[in-house]
DNA sequence: CTGAAAGCGCTTACAG
DNA sequence: CTGAAAGCGCTTACAG
């Protein structure tokens, strides 16, 4: 390794400006506006108009400057843009659902989005029953001043955090199985169309004794995806009656819980839509337990398709959300602050093993 | 809703200067260093010291400061300090690990370290193999100049990767089985730990044909985890033969087709070390396929105990590491600039229903 | 269509 | 122990 003090510098022998130490810098510094705006022969506004797609710029002068940065590998600094801008360029992903999975499938789609930007994803986990949560999070955005933020359900549904982010001037995008705002800022994820591919499917199948397990009825998704699966049972002339519906709590441990009161009623059903993956396999454990097997004894439809819901066994049928694909979009609509149709995102039932006709 | 429009301003009776415009803008605008200067009666630069917790100030003028920064709210602006110091608060956790619950545990510890302080988390997921992963990564750390990166295996382990962050003078904290680095900078996991609990317990229990499924040969976990392992049984008068050790790639389809490897085996182990819980999973489907229970004909021991371990059936007896823990105190190390002792971090052999002694 | 000046809210380098 | 000046790399507001 070669020693750094090869030349040692004479302290006697200072020169009289730093210009040594300049030309070594510039060397591996990277070019700024200033850099480009010389090399160009135009001023830095112009330079700076073209890094923001001005429409009001010489096509000639474009032409150059863009030639130029590209030769430079020339990137704005986003600090210094953020300062300028009074916004920085980060996203903020603002979650409350417990599921690693969404999460980390939801980053990655954001992620695409954002792939090659200067944005940068910035995660934000929340609890929504904090006494200090509306609090924190106006800290969070008045420090910040994120470029916007992303609301999966159930933050989403909170008007309070989309009030404060009003007031602050934070755009964001709510995603949410119903609209609830905007157009612009609104993903809908339309579950009620999931609820209603689920209760075709077992209905056409030929079960006639048929139980939803819910989640909390707190949550928007529980009441669609209710609702539509109740409508396709209507549609094939049977009815999701109030004594077969048992609230969970979109957890393996309520699902537990729930499918101990599934098996306890008379008749006992021959089918099951669970509100999400997670408590469908806690439907499972209950029914191991009751030595049922599945789906001989009982027929099993979960909601959310996570990956670990093809591991189960017997593999689970259940409605696909394509999580990542909301967070690509959402993302999208942040940055472009432009809508999609609420008809874009389409829930898909996924044929699997734990459904069959009854015996 | 009241109308904007109350006091319409008539276009003629524009005042000179822009007054109320600046008192109304002032009444909602945050305080910036110069208010509280201004406020405490010292320069900006004094200010600046002590939000920086310089050490040369008056202790008066530190507490007279300190507390016009209370009652004000102030909190600097973290991008008019990274552009002034050429370094952002950001934190960056670089990941390639595949397990959502890794991942979302780890930020979840990273987050309680940065909690009520300027840094934010920034996610890059990446990917080693691709050919401009070294090029991407310096391209962010240029751009965004972060205050760090955090390293999970296995990307802590690309010497690549240490070597351009070292170049651009970024910190970082790496997180490994073993030492790869300066103490400072490296949270060590100490697999080998884990690997030696495995071991005796499935020795302890009696068993005397036992087999491990390891990861990929890449990783240095598996190398731990094999080596501790191999060294308990020893200890305990056994040995693990060279072909009762199967190379698995850490996933649940690895572990599956491992499994079938693993009770082609003559004669058959009574016992297995699974290299992570996902190969066990695998393990346990392979050992269903084959008519085989858990644990009267096979105990299965795991490593990581990821949430799900627990709900396998039956439950997993596993390693637990504790990840959020280890996110903690990475970000902890990389903020505060010092190490921990390489013994902290403590796997922990977690007893359920997998292991058993042999029939 | 283009640019000179001022400013975003901080810190560094220097001087005292 | 403290401060005035210059600067970080951009954009806004204005003028032409």
Redesign the interface.
């Known amino acids: 390794m070669p020693s750094r003090l090869k030349k040692p510098q004479r302290p006697g022998a200072a020169p009289k400006a730093r210009l040594p130490a300049t030309t070594a810098a510039k060397a591996k510094r990277?070019p700024t506006i200033n850099d480009i705006a010389r090399m160009s022969g135009v001023s830095k506004k112009t330079v700076s108009r073209i890094i923001n797609d001005s429409p009001v710029v010489n096509e000639e002068t474009r032409a150059k400057v863009k030639r130029i940065i590209a030769e430079t590998g020339y990137?704005p600094?986003?600090?210094?843009r953020?300062?300028a801008f009074r916004k920085?360029f980060?996203i903020g992903m603002i979650y409350d659902n417990p599921s690693?999975?969404y999460?980390?499938?939801m980053?990655?789609g954001i992620?695409s989005a954002i792939e090659g930007t200067?944005f940068?994803?910035?995660?934000r986990?929340c609890d929504r029953a904090k006494p200090n949560f509306l609090q924190d999070m106006r800290?969070f955005v008045?420090?910040?001043?994120p470029f916007g933020v992303l609301l999966p359900p159930s933050v989403s549904e909170d008007e309070g955090l989309a009030k404060v982010l009003r007031e602050l001037n934070c755009d964001y995008v709510r995603i949410a199985s119903v609209s609830l705002d905007d157009h612009d800022v609104m993903l809908v994820t339309n579950d009620h169309m999931g609820g209603y591919e689920a209760g075709r499917h077992l209905a056409e199948l030929g079960h006639k004794v048929i139980a939803h397990v819910s989640g909390p009825r707190s949550f928007r998704s529980v009441h669609e995806r209710r609702q539509g699966f109740a409508r396709a049972l209507k549609e094939c002339g049977l009815e999701l009656s109030e004594k077969n519906v048992i609230e969970g709590a979109y957890t393996?441990e309520s699902g537990l819980a729930c499918g101990e009161k599934l098996f306890a009623l008379k008749p006992r059903p021959t089918a099951v839509f669970a509100g999400n993956d997670e408590m469908a396999?806690g439907i499972y454990?209950a029914a191991?337990d009751h030595g049922l097997e599945i789906p001989r004894d009982l027929s099993v439809v979960g909601y959310d398709d996570f990956?670990?819901s093809q591991?189960l066994?017997p593999s689970l049928t259940t409605v696909r959300v394509p999580v990542a694909e909301i967070g690509r979009l959402a993302a999208t609509m942040l940055i472009k602050k432009t809508g999609v149709p609420h008809s874009e995102i389409v829930p898909t039932l996924t044929l699997r093993d734990s459904s069959t006709a009854p015996a």
Chains 1, 2 share one sequence.
């Open positions: 990277r990137v600094d986003p600090q210094a953020g300062l920085s980060l690693a999975e999460v980390v499938s980053q990655k992620l200067s940068q994803l910035v995660v986990p800290a008045e420090r910040q001043r393996f396999a454990r191991r990956p670990t591991r066994w």
